[in-house]
Nanobody, 115 residues
Framework: QGQLVESGGGLVQPGGSLRLSCAASGIIFRFYTMGWYRQAPGKQREFVAAITSGATSNYADSVKGRFTISRDNAKNTVSLQMNSLKPEDTAVYYC?????????WGQGTQVTVSS
């Protein structure tokens, strides 16, 4: 019955910024590795960024240096700060939480980068 809910998506011009948030409920949040994935129409879902329970972060090469993942265990949230956005960043972005024996996905939020 764990649930993840994303917010913060929208339309932004190339070079702009957006901040996505994911609120978790029904799980012991601090035990989970949290991540962001994205999927463009007709393409496979791909890894974007992740942050462990120990706050170690990892990024896909395509977003390294532009995106920053963070978590707030007191608020049960994980965020993705996206800067210097490019049209190829356009996708539905999904929040994911996992630990041994459990995996949860959010419903996704649309990010469109276009002039």
């Amino acid at each position: 019955q764990g649930q993840l809910v994303e917010s913060g998506g929208g339309l932004v011009q190339p070079g702009g910024s957006l901040r996505l948030s994911c609120a978790a409920s029904g799980i012991i949040f601090r035990f989970y590795t949290m991540g962001w994935y994205r999927q463009a129409p007709g393409k496979q879902r791909e890894f974007v960024a992740a942050i462990t329970s120990g706050a170690t972060s990892n990024y896909a090469d395509s977003v390294k240096g532009r995106f920053t993942i963070s978590r707030d265990n007191a608020k049960n949230t994980v965020s993705l700060q996206m800067n210097s956005l490019k049209p190829e960043d356009t996708a539905v972005y999904y929040c994911r939480g996992d630990k041994f024996g459990a995996e949860y996905w959010g419903q996704g939020t649309q990010v469109t980068v276009s002039s």
